[in-house]
């Protein structure tokens, strides 16, 4: 896919980059790019990750929203500005907004986590919820942005912005300029077009990788010259992009190696790494690259990766529903359904049994009034913890060598 000479063609160069570098220095964080050890040795791969998480509104967007609006005219800047976001540009454009004293409007799906709303607000732009997609709350933003007089920010499909969010790969190839691979996640477009065309610039060898998830494949689809479908409700709210960019899809035609697609279970299950192996946070679309690094093992085998954890605003309620699920998926955590005679001690011996093999009873749920129980019988619903699935199992046949009648509940079934 990669041209000879991308360069000569490009809507963005390397030398726009290096200025939008020089342009947001001190103004936006110089996030960290270091080695995550423990997702190596998961990974088979030499990882390093840069954490755009770090600044001050969780995300890389800033940096684009900040050369955009660094860019305007003093005119255009009294007029205000309008942008349409599901969460971190949105939050981008009114942190920066704010520091420089332009007027904001931001438009968001009324879906969106209710975190990244008030985030939004609290930086001092004025939110306006409409629509369910981000399509619909665009045609909402066009309404008002002709009624008002506004200037666009367009979360990706933008020069400035694309420059903006390329800084990242210059920051990451001085950090670590023997990296062999970049996995960079793709939403509209706009920070794989920028990090690629400054990698690529920086070191021609490098090979440049996309990630979106399966519900939103748009980038895929012009990559490899396929009709796709786009939606869906994801985890990955951030990259789910039904409309990519015109001067993104240029860019990453002419710069970028692959695009790789990732299952809503594989990005939780990187969210739920980041949390307990590198103890930092990441959302849905912010993990994608660590989904697409885990899925594919034997692609990445050896090699030194650079990961960008592009966001970490997750719903925290979301986040502990993701972790508890994960712990059922590696067999930590299971949840059975228990047939027993209604009589006294039964609930004991269950918990002395489960408690001598070392599980740790959770939740116990006894039923005795459902129709279709015996009205001679109870049901027992408990939960415990166990080290890992063998654990678990043992402790399941054990209950069964007691002639109690044991199947697992749904989240147990999905472990199986």
């Known amino acids: 896919m990669t041209a000879s000479d991308p360069a000569a063609t490009m809507p963005v160069s390397f030398a726009d980059i290096k200025n939008a570098a020089a342009l947001i220095k001190g103004a936006v964080l110089e996030t960290p790019c270091l080695p995550a050890p423990r997702l190596s040795q ?14 001050v509104t969780g995300a890389f967007k800033e940096r684009g ?19 349409v976001s599901a969460g971190n540009h949105a939050q981008g454009v009114a942190y920066h907004a704010g520091r420089l004293g332009i007027p ?9 986590p209710f975190v990244k709303i008030a985030a939004t607000r609290n930086y001092g732009a004025e939110v306006v919820l409409a629509g369910n997609t981000l399509a619909e709350a665009k045609a909402e933003a066009d309404r008002l942005a002709d009624e008002n007089n506004l200037v666009w920010v ?28 970049l996995i960079v996640p ?4 706009g920070l794989i077009a920028g990090m690629a065309t400054a990698a690529k610039a920086i070191k021609p060898s490098i090979q440049v990788i996309g990630v979106e998830t399966t519900l939103y494949p748009g980038m895929w689809g012009a990559f490899k010259g396929k009709e796709v479908r786009c939606e869906g409700a994801t985890i990955a709210e951030g990259i789910a992009v039904r409309d990519i960019g015109a001067i993104t899809t240029e860019i990453v035609l002419k710069t970028v190696d692959d695009i790789l697609l990732v299952s809503e279970s594989s990005i939780e299950q990187a969210i739920n790494a980041y949390l307990t192996a590198q103890r930092t946070i990441a959302e849905g679309a912010g993990a994608a690259g660590l989904a697409a690094l885990l899925s594919n093992p034997d692609r990445f085998a050896g090699q030194r990766v650079g ?9 925290p309620r979301l986040l502990s529903k993701i972790v508890v699920r994960e712990l059922a998926r590696d067999g930590r955590l299971v949840s059975i359904r228990i047939d027993t005679p209604d009589r006294p001690g039964v609930l004991g011996e269950i918990a002395t049994v489960i408690g001598e093999l070392q599980g740790n009873v959770v939740d116990v749920e006894h039923h005795r009034l459902f129709l279709n129980v015996p009205a001679k019988g109870a049901t027992l619903d408990v939960t415990f913890e166990a080290f890992d699935r063998p654990h678990g199992e043992k402790i399941i046949a054990a209950l069964r060598e007691r002639d109690y009648v ?11």
Do not use: F, W
């Not at 998961?42 to 600044?55: F, R, T, V």
């Not at 933008?158 to 691979?181: F, H, K, N, S, Y």
């Not at 793709?186 to 477009?189: A, F, L």
């Not at 990961?307 to 719903?315: A, P, S, T």
């Open 42 to 55: 998961m990974a088979g791969a030499d990882i390093y990750i840069k954490y755009e998480n770090m600044q």
């Open 154 to 181: 367009h979360p990706y499909d933008d020069v400035d912005v694309i420059r903006g969010q390329g800084t990242i790969a210059i920051e990451m190839l001085a950090a670590r300029p023997d990296l062999d691979v």
């Open 104 to 112: 904001a409007t931001i438009v968001m799906p009324l879906l969106t």
């Open 406 to 416: 044991v199947r697992y509940l749904e989240i147990g079934e999905r472990m199986d």
């Open 65 to 83: 929203a900040l050369v955009k609006l660094s860019g305007l005219s003093a005119s255009e800047k009294a007029r205000g500005v309008i942008a």
């Open 307 to 315: 990961l960008v954890l592009c966001g970490g605003n997750i719903d």
């Open 186 to 189: 793709i939403g509209g477009g």
